[in-house]
């Protein structure tokens, strides 16, 4: 029987088993996978793990080793870039800067044979600047922008022609925070008013979490998980993912048994943490080595003497260090045969009870589903 869901979907990238070798480096390793059409994806992951190679694949500034590329259903193999359905945003722009605003946005239109009409040209020019939330600024030059704005008209460039996909190659690195928050939500914004295909390459976890659909995490050109923000968020299929998306705290060990209710580790110092496996983690056997991870926001803290009735898992320390950070406070907190443990207290909670200093003895504490049990893989 054939899945309608997953039959009726339409896809407008898809890799079937690419590989892509430079001399004797594998950079991209039998990879597939699809994007559907206006998803907003992102490859995520740290340099050399194969997310822009990836990029450069659908691109068309690489050709595949082997296997096959598609964008909207066709084999792009041996396509040039110029020639394929699709247009980039550089991490620099690559803006033009002897051009003002609408000759960089209508520099593709006027490369085209025959060459379109200059009165078309404009309009498409102007309808694209309304887009982007720049009509007015079409006579300014590139270095009379800020940042943001900068970024718009990249944007503009690329959207003008009407890609099939629109590919960015971490083109809000070079803003700071602020800005790039506020990019985000622009490039989100965007994205679902022109219902087209994003594809993301970034290494910031925040911004792939923020902004993404669907997320590709790789790793030595392979693919370890994809799936939402969420899924990946909560339900990791090892240490590596927990460790990339979010914060975690690790404690390490031994598989030494399980039962219904969860997975036991043994750790070094002898202590015993046990915790439940999500449900698209591989099964983990007695003997195998294995990590309970425990996210700094889920782990509660009070005062040592102070009794924690929400909880089953409670381990004692002492406060080594608090950072306020506004929206909440950071400690690391030492404990007898656990290690140092991170704890993400918000300020709600502080605001109701009261905060902790240096060496304040303290009870950590959390809800037994709050810990999985993750292959160290």
């Not at 996978?33 to 450069?56: I, N, Q, W, Y």
């Not at 691109?59 to 590329?69: K, L, R, S, W």
Request: glycine share 8%.
């Amino acid at each position: 029987m054939v899945d309608q869901s997953t039959s009726s979907r339409e896809i407008d990238i898809e890799f079937r088993g690419v590989t892509k070798r430079f001399d004797d480096v594998v950079a991209v390793d039998n990879v597939s996978l699809d994007v559907e059409r206006g998803a907003f994806f992102s490859f995520l992951g740290p340099s050399g793990c194969g997310k822009t190679t990836s990029l450069r694949l659908i691109a068309g500034f690489e050709q595949p080793t082997e296997g096959d590329v598609f964008i909207g259903g066709n084999s792009v193999v041996g396509i040039p870039s110029h020639k394929r359905p699709v247009n980039m945003v550089f991490q620099h722009y690559a803006l033009f800067p002897h051009m003002n605003v609408a000759e960089n946005i209508g520099y593709g239109l006027r490369q085209r044979s025959p060459k379109p009409a200059k009165q078309d040209v404009d309009k498409r020019v102007d309808e694209t600047l309304e887009m982007v939330r720049l009509s007015g600024y079409a006579k300014r030059r590139v270095w009379e922008l800020s940042g943001g704005q900068q970024q718009r008209v990249a944007l503009a460039r690329a959207l003008i022609n009407h890609p099939t996909c629109l590919l960015l190659d971490e083109p809000l690195a070079a803003l700071d925070r602020k800005l790039r928050r506020e990019m985000q939500i622009e490039l989100q914004t965007l994205q679902r008013e022109v219902g087209i295909t994003f594809i993301l390459v970034t290494h910031d976890q925040e911004e792939a979490l923020s902004m993404s659909d669907r997320i590709c995490i790789m790793r030595d050109g392979r693919i370890v998980q994809s799936g939402s923000p969420r899924e990946l968020y909560d339900e990791p299929v090892n240490r590596y993912v927990a460790d990339f998306v979010g914060k975690s705290n690790f404690f390490s060990g031994e598989v030494v048994g399980s039962n219904g209710s969860g997975v036991t580790v043994k750790l070094e110092s002898g202590q015993a943490l046990t915790g439940i496996q999500p449900k698209s983690a591989p099964g983990l056997a007695n003997g195998s080595r294995a990590s309970i991870a425990v996210r700094p926001e889920m782990i509660s803290i009070k005062a040592a003497d102070e009794a924690n009735t929400d909880s089953s898992i409670t381990i004692k320390g002492q406060v080594m260090n608090r950072i306020f950070l506004g929206e909440h406070s950071e400690y690391l907190v030492a404990t007898e045969g656990y290690g140092d443990v991170m704890v993400l207290s918000p300020k709600s909670i502080e605001h109701s009870d009261r905060s902790f200093v240096l060496d304040d003895r303290v009870a950590l504490s959390w809800r037994p589903d709050a810990a999985l049990v993750l292959g160290d893989a």
